[in-house]
């Protein structure tokens, strides 16, 4: 073969300027794409976090309002804040294995109802009245409730009533029972027993709104 016809078979050959050429212009096509996904996980997740952050102030400034309109009561001890959970001790409410409401219990019942209502209209949520007990079986020869659950619920039911009877409205509150279940304490003598009974009242989002708590699940309600 002559040198002019291998001088031509080089000529047909691509130059390796523009093979070159080619790759880095795929390598920056790959590059440029990845930055692109980068850049929108970085905002995706950095909306993600603002969400999170602007709903943890947002039950922040729920918690702080309703420690707002609740001072009074609080300051006088007859009523707890916890997590969002309003708690009043059962021997303010009832006596010993009784749904009885007395009369101290009622006037503090009476004392919350507006600062209650307030808050709950102004955040859109309901009033979950929770009955608890200790874990003492019902005392033997009381025939008004078979168990710890029936006294919980009929308790629970009548601070409920107690509310709406003072002025609350029915579509605003309803009631759930869970016995010996959720005690805040250890049941292990007569003091901290008598923390365990209590009733609990929670605001808690409406029907579709999703309700944040500590998934406690009511097995009794009206």
Known sequence: ?????????????????????????????????????????????????????????????????????????????????????????????????SAQLQDEGRELLHSLIAPLQVYLSEHEQLLMVSGFTDDLAIQQGNLQFADNWELSAQRALTVTRALIDAGMPPAMVFAAAFGAEQPVVANRDAASRALNRRVEMAPVPRAGQGIAGDNNEPVAAP
């Open 1 to 97: 073969m002559s040198r002019a016809e291998l001088d031509a078979g080089l000529d047909q050959e691509p130059p390796i300027w523009a093979i070159f050429g080619d790759l880095m212009t795929g390598l920056v096509g790959v590059f440029v794409l990845l930055l692109i996904w980068a850049l929108g996980f970085q905002l995706e997740l950095s909306k993600t976090l603002e969400q999170e952050v602007q709903k943890r102030q947002a039950e922040q400034q729920r918690r702080l309002a309703l420690e707002d309109a609740l001072a009074a009561p609080l300051a006088s001890g007859r009523v707890t804040l916890r997590d969002g959970r309003i708690g009043i001790s059962g021997s303010v409410l009832f006596s010993l294995n």
